[in-house]
C-alpha cells in the first residue's frame, strides 16, 4: 500500500510543483513561470480537445469499458468452472459415522445394488459419502473404474481397507503396504509362490489332497447323508493352504490354528472398538494368539533349517526363511507373520465360499450340470488310471472356469474395493481430493442390466468365446491393476482340480436353495449351505 501511495506521490509531484513553482512569489521567476504555466494549460486543453475530436478518449474510455466487462465475464467464467470443481455431489453425513451403518449393512445383507442406486438415482453415477470416518467416492463403471486401476498405482493411489481388516492382517501384510516396500514385497511372494509357473509345480501336491479329503470326508458317508458344503470345503481350503504355506499337515494342529484363525476373521468386519464384550476386542486377542502360535512355528523353522532337518524349499516359509527380497533383506518375524496370514486368509475362504456357491448354483441349471459331467468325463477318458492332471488338462476345463466365473460374477470376492486418493485428480469435471477412498463395486458393473443382461440370472453361457462380451472394466473377480488377486492362478489350479474331482465321485441336492447370503467380509452361507449327498459309482 505504502509503495502505491509513493508511486501516485510521484506521478502527481511533478506538476503540482511545477505549479507551485509558477505561483511562487519569486518575482524574478514570476513571469517566466506564469509564461510557462500558461503554456501548460493551453498545450493540455488542444491536446484534449483534438482528442475529443479525434474519438481517442472515447475509444479510450470504451475500451476501459470494455476490459472491465471482460474482467466480470471472466470472473464469472472463473466462478463457473470452480463450480465445476467441486467435490461430487452427495452426502457426507453425521461427523464421524456418516453413512457407515446404513453400508455395512447393505454390505453385510448383500444389498449393496439398493444402496448404490438409490445414491445413483439421487445424484448420479459419481457421489460421495462418508465411509468408516473417511470421505468417499463411489466411482462409475467402466470410466471411473478404467481411470483409477489403469493407472500407475503407485503415482495415483494407494490399497485401502477399513481400519479392522488393517489392524487385524497387520501392517506388513501386502494389502496394508504401498510404494516400494509393497513392490519388494509382492514381487518376492510372486516369485516365490504364485507364479503361474510355480503354481503349475503344486498341481498333483493339490491333486493328491483334493482326493484325499474326498475320499476321507465324503466318500466315507453313507448315501443319503446330509452334510454342510461350506464346513467341508473350509476344511479342504484350509489344509492346503496351510500346508503349502506353513507346512503345516497334523490334523490336531490344522484344527486348532482354523478355530482360532476365525475368531480373527470374524473381527474384520466388526465395530473397532477395543472392549472388553466385542467382536472386535476376541478378534484382536485371537490375532496376538496367532502372532504366538506363528513365532513359535518361524523360530523352529529357523532351526531346522540350520541343522538341515528342513528344506529351503519345502514350502512358502521355508523358502521365505532362505531367499531375500531383490535388495537382499529377508523378512523379518513380524513381516513374516503379516505376510503368510494375509496369504492364508486370502487363500482358503475365497475359494471355499466359491467352491459351496458353486454346489448350489450349478444344480439350478440341470444343463449347467450336464455340460459339466461331460466335460470331466472327457478329460477323465483321456487319462490312464491313476494318471495325475496335468496344466493342459486344467486349460481343458474351460466349461467349468465359465461356471466359476458366473459363481464370482453373482458372489464376488468382494462386492466393494477400495483405494485412496494419493494425488487431487479429476473425473467428469469434479474434484476428487487426495486422501479420499475410491470405491468400485458390482452394483454398478457387473450386476447392472446396462452391461449384463439378465444380471441376477446365473448363466455361465454368458462366458462363452462366442458370445457378446461384456465391455471392458465390468467384470473383474479378481480385482484389477497393481493389486490384481496375486493368488488367482492358484485359487483358479485348485478350484478346478477340487471340482473334477468331486464331480466324478459325489451327486448332490442342495436342502436350502434360497439360502440367505451375508458377507461377513466374505460370501458366507448363513446355514453353511447343507446338501444330501449320493457316491458316483463309476
Ligand atoms: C476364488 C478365489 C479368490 C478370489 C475371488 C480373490 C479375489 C481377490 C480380490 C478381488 C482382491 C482385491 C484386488 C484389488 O484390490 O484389486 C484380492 C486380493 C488379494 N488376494 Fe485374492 N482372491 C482369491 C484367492 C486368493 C488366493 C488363493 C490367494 C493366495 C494364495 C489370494 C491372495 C490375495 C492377496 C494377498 C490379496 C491382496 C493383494 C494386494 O493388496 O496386493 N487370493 N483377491
Known amino acids: 500500500m505504502d509503495s502505491v501511495k509513493t508511486n501516485l506521490v510521484g506521478a502527481f509531484g511533478s506538476s503540482i510543483s511545477t505549479l507551485s513553482r509558477a505561483l511562487s512569489n519569486d518575482t524574478r521567476g514570476f513571469e517566466k513561470s506564469y509564461r510557462t504555466f500558461l503554456t501548460s494549460l493551453v498545450l493540455l486543453v488542444t491536446i484534449f480537445t483534438l482528442a475529443l475530436s479525434s474519438g481517442w478518449i472515447r475509444k479510450f474510455v470504451a475500451a476501459m469499458i470494455d476490459k472491465s466487462k471482460t474482467a466480470v465475464l471472466d470472473m464469472s467464467v472463473k ?128 491333486e493328491k489332497k483334493a482326493v484325499k479329503h474326498i475320499d476321507k470326508y465324503w466318500l466315507a458317508l453313507e448315501d443319503g447323508s446330509e452334510v454342510k458344503a461350506f464346513k467341508l470345503m473350509n476344511v479342504f481350503s484350509f489344509s492346503l493352504i496351510t500346508q503349502l504355506i506353513l507346512g503345516i499337515s497334523n490334523e490336531k494342529d490344522i484344527i486348532d490354528f482354523n478355530e482360532v484363525f476365525h475368531d480373527m476373521a470374524a473381527g474384520l468386519m466388526a465395530l473397532p472398538v477395543n472392549l472388553p464384550g466385542f467382536q472386535y476386542w476376541r478378534s484382536l486377542r485371537s490375532r496376538k494368539l496367532i502372532n504366538q502360535m506363528l513365532n513359535v512355528h518361524i523360530e523352529k523353522r529357523r532351526q531346522d533349517l540350520k541343522a538341515g532337518r528342513a528344506s529351503p524349499t519345502q514350502d512358502l516359509l521355508s523358502v521365505l526363511l532362505s531367499t531375500p527380497n531383490s535388495e537382499g533383506h529377508f523378512l523379518t518375524s513380524d513381516e513374516l507373520c503379516d505376510s503368510l496370514l494375509q496369504l492364508v486368509f486370502g487363500g482358503h475362504d475365497t475359494t471355499a465360499a466359491m467352491l459351496t456357491l458353486s454346489l448350489r448354483l450349478i444344480k439350478e441349471d440341470p444343463a449347467v450340470y450336464e455340460e459339466l459331467k461331460q466335460e470331466h468325463a472327457t478329460i477323465a477318458a483321456s487319462k490312464k488310471p491313476g494318471e495325475l492332471l496335468t496344466k493342459e488338462d486344467l486349460w481343458a476345463m474351460k466349461y467349468t472356469w465359465r461356471v466359476m466365473q458366473e459363481v464370482m460374477r453373482l458372489y464376488p470376492a468382494n462386492q466393494v474395493m477400495f483405494r485412496e486418493a494419493r494425488i487431487t485428480f479429476e473425473h467428469h469435471g469434479y474434484t476428487i481430493p487426495k486422501g479420499w477412498k475410491l470405491c468400485f463395486t458390482n452394483a454398478n458393473s457387473s450386476w447392472d442390466p446396462k452391461f449384463c443382461k439378465d444380471p441376477e440370472k446365473f448363466k455361465p453361457s454368458r462366458f462363452n468365446e462366442d458370445k457378446e462380451k461384456m465391455p471392458p472394466w465390468i467384470h473383474f473377480p479378481f480385482g484389477a491393476g497393481h493389486r490384481i488377486c496375486p493368488g488367482q492362478d492358484f485359487a483358479r489350479v485348485e478350484l478346478l482340480i477340487f471340482l473334477h474331482h468331486f464331480l466324478r465321485k459325489i451327486d448332490w441336492t442342495v436342502l436350502v436353495p434360497n439360502e440367505k447370503i451375508e458377507y461377513r467380509l466374505l460370501a458366507t452361507p448363513v446355514n453353511g449351505t447343507p446338501i444330501k449327498i449320493t457316491k458316483i459309482r463309476c
Not at 459415522?97 to 449393512?105: C, I, P
Request: cysteine-free; proline content about 6%; glycine content about 8%.
Open 79 to 206: 466462478q463457473r468452472k470452480k463450480s465445476k470443481e467441486e467435490v461430487p455431489p452427495g452426502s457426507l453425513g453425521l461427523p464421524m459415522v456418516g453413512d457407515s451403518l446404513r453400508y455395512v449393512n447393505a454390505y453385510y445383507n448383500m444389498t449393496i445394488k439398493s444402496y448404490v442406486d438409490e445414491k445413483i438415482r439421487k445424484y448420479g453415477p459419481v457421489f460421495k459419502v462418508s465411509l468408516m470416518g473417511s470421505p468417499s467416492v463411489f466411482l462409475d463403471a467402466p470410466a471411473g473404474t478404467k481411470l483409477v486401476l489403469s493407472h500407475n498405482e503407485m503415482k495415483w493411489t494407494k490399497g485401502w481397507w477399513p481400519k479392522p481388516v488393517r489392524e487385524l492382517l497387520g501392517k506388513h501384510a501386502l494389502s496394508s503396504q504401498y510404494g516400494d516396500e509393497y513392490l519388494l514385497h509382492r514381487n518376492l511372494v510372486m516369485k516365490n509362490f504364485l507364479d503361474i509357473d510355480v503354481v503349475h509345480q503344486y498341481i498333483s501336491t493339490m
